[in-house]
Nanobody
Framework: QVQLRESGGGSVQTGGSLRLSCAAS???????VGWFRQAPGKEREAVAT????????FYTDAVKGRFTISADVAMSTVNLQMDSLKSDDSAMYYC????????????????????WGQGTQVTVSA
């Protein structure tokens, strides 16, 4: 089991920036780590993921060019730099990790993730 703790959420104006951090602990190998978000009345969606082999990345189209995911070698700290924030980015953001080796083929799918953090709120206002 992987324990995950998110930090860095908050309120910001449109066009501003926030940096989310996810601290992962536990002995299990983390093949994928992702940031997901869920707004009221909407389904949880993948925002960005980073996965092995090769520390490849996935970004949902809505955040490409604005968000950057990064991780240390052990994938113990995974950051999400969010720039040029829009009101549509407002949501609860969750960090998730997968110890399933096949997660890389579908890293954007919530069902492959075995462990989830409690979430951190991001609010973007005009």
């Amino acid at each position: 089991q992987v324990q995950l703790r998110e930090s860095g959420g908050g309120s910001v104006q449109t066009g501003g920036s926030l940096r989310l951090s996810c601290a992962a602990s536990g002995d299990n190998i983390r093949y994928c780590v992702g940031w997901f978000r869920q707004a009221p009345g909407k389904e949880r969606e993948a925002v960005a993921t980073i996965y092995n082999p090769g520390r490849s990345t996935f970004y949902t189209d809505a955040v490409k060019g604005r968000f950057t995911i990064s991780a240390d070698v052990a994938m113990s700290t995974v950051n999400l730099q969010m720039d040029s924030l829009k009101s549509d980015d407002s949501a609860m953001y969750y960090c998730a990790a997968s110890t399933n080796v096949v997660c890389s083929s579908v890293s954007e799918a919530p069902y492959v993730y075995t462990d989830w953090g409690q979430g951190t709120q991001v609010t973007v206002s005009a």
